[in-house]
């Protein structure tokens, strides 16, 4: 007599991750932004080929090493995002969604859902993104922020647009609500790093257009001088 299937339990990192979410929800969720916001920074400067910075000899090695791996002050700021905005936010906003939507089945709420998640949520986070990313790269007023806010929000929202229902039909359909979280967290730690990439590559190219554009200058006076 053959014995029923065995079905693949959770692994027991995922079930302690799942217990420690149930049990400190944002403090969880908060460590996990954190770290993935380090680690976008991060992987997203040695991805794009982003020119290692000038190290000091007398710098002990530890540190040089963390700083030849791009591990500076900007990946800890992101960190200090995810950590401090971004899960907070994150956690409030979901959390009212799945509470607004609980125990509601059919095509319409599920609809409704997708709705709300982007003409609600996304606007709030992306706007919350964009300033925390001024921040970080030197803006000093409200204007600078407002006009990071303003350039880049239609471009970023119609990357939320796209991926967000997906994500979200993904989640309805296939996984429980408890797993969720880490499902969504792993989606924004993989586009996150996608768009830190090309963003960084973009600014790379742009450098070096600019430096070829001196050069070509400089040796146009120095044809006309001579």
Do not use: C
């Amino acid at each position: 007599m053959s014995s029923a299937p065995v079905k693949n339990s959770p692994h027991p990192l995922l079930l302690k991750y799942l217990a420690q979410l149930s049990a400190h929800p944002l403090r969880t969720k908060a460590i996990t932004t954190g770290t993935f916001s380090f680690l976008q920074e991060v992987l997203g400067s040695n991805l794009a080929g982003v020119p290692r910075p000038k190290v000091s000899s007398d710098v002990p090695f530890p540190f040089a090493l963390l700083s030849r791996a791009h591990v500076d002050l900007r990946a800890v700021k992101m960190a200090i995002y995810g950590f401090f905005v971004s899960a907070p936010l994150n956690h409030v906003l979901v959390g009212q969604l799945q509470k607004a939507f609980a125990g509601k089945e059919g095509l319409k709420y599920k609809i409704a859902q997708l709705l709300a998640n982007n003409l609600l949520v996304s606007p709030i986070t992306v706007s919350a993104y964009l300033a925390s990313m001024a921040i970080i790269n030197g803006a000093k007023s409200v204007d600078e922020i407002i006009k990071t806010i303003k350039a880049g929000f239609f471009s970023v929202i119609r990357v939320s647009w796209t991926v967000s229902p997906i994500a979200m039909v993904v989640a309805q359909k296939y996984l429980p609500v408890e797993l969720w979280v880490p499902f969504f967290n792993a989606v924004q730690f993989v586009l996150g790093t996608y768009f830190n990439t090309r963003v960084k590559q973009m600014r790379l190219a742009a450098a070096r257009r600019a430096e070829k554009e001196k050069a070509k200058n400089v040796d146009k006076k120095d044809d006309s001088s001579s």
